[in-house]
T-cell receptor, first 113, second 109 residues
């Protein structure tokens, strides 16, 4: 039981390049989330998916797109990376309707130069 | 604006002491509250959840919630050096989880 997995662990992009961050969970959770964490600002929600087939914007969605590929997988895409998107990205999942507890993946450290 | 506020610290306590971490929130619609522990360079790890007013104990950890005062706290008894980490408070309302910036705790041997 791996929990929540993310790939890649590290990535360096040049301004304007695109990439997709992958996330998968094996806990059969309905809801999945993407956060970014910046120094002194805590975790901020980018997008979430309350169930398979649905996605919604969070607090800071600009510059990102997401895809809920199936119940297990939720990807985050940067179409044209900017230095302001340098951050650590965390994926999380939860079983909504019962506890709302979110469980996090190991994170992706992204640097945009 | 939905805010969760924490004292950034650092909070330093001697080994064996009680560490007290505090958090306030602005969204009165928040239903559930959580404490996460995050070691440097690692992901947040859930340590406590609390949904109703009062205290909830789990081992050395006690979470306290006061919805009228919009206040959440975490007490760590018999603090150990391995408790040294950043502690994140979070409030949840309808798929929107808001995190505080975290309090850095150092437990000195």
């Amino acid at each position: 039981n791996a929990g929540v997995t993310q790939t890649p662990k590290f990535q360096v992009l040049k301004t304007g390049q695109s990439m997709t961050l992958q996330c998968a969970q094996d806990m059969n959770h309905n809801s999945m989330y993407w956060y970014r964490q910046d120094p002194g600002m805590g975790l901020r929600l980018i997008y979430y998916s309350a169930s398979e087939g649905t996605t919604d914007k969070g607090e800071v969605p600009n510059g990102y797109n997401v895809s809920r590929l199936n119940k297990r997988e939720f990807s985050l895409r940067l179409e044209s990376a900017a230095p302001s998107q340098t951050s650590v990205y965390f994926c999380a999942s939860s079983e909504t309707g019962t506890s709302y507890e979110q469980y996090f993946g190991p994170g992706t450290r992204l640097t945009v130069t | 604006q939905k805010e969760v506020e924490q004292n950034s610290g650092p909070l330093s306590v001697p080994e064996g002491a009680i560490a007290s971490l505090n958090c306030t929130y602005s969204d009165r619609g928040s239903q559930s509250f959580f404490w996460y522990r995050q070691y440097s360079g690692k992901s947040p790890e859930l340590i406590m959840s609390i949904y109703s007013n009062g205290d909830k104990e789990d081992g050395r950890f006690t979470a306290q919630l006061n919805k009228a005062s919009q206040y959440v706290s975490l007490l760590i008894r018999d603090s150990q050096p391995s408790d040294s980490a950043t502690y994140l408070c979070a409030g949840y309302n309808n798929n929107d989880m808001r995190f505080g910036a975290g309090t850095r705790l150092t437990v000195k041997p």
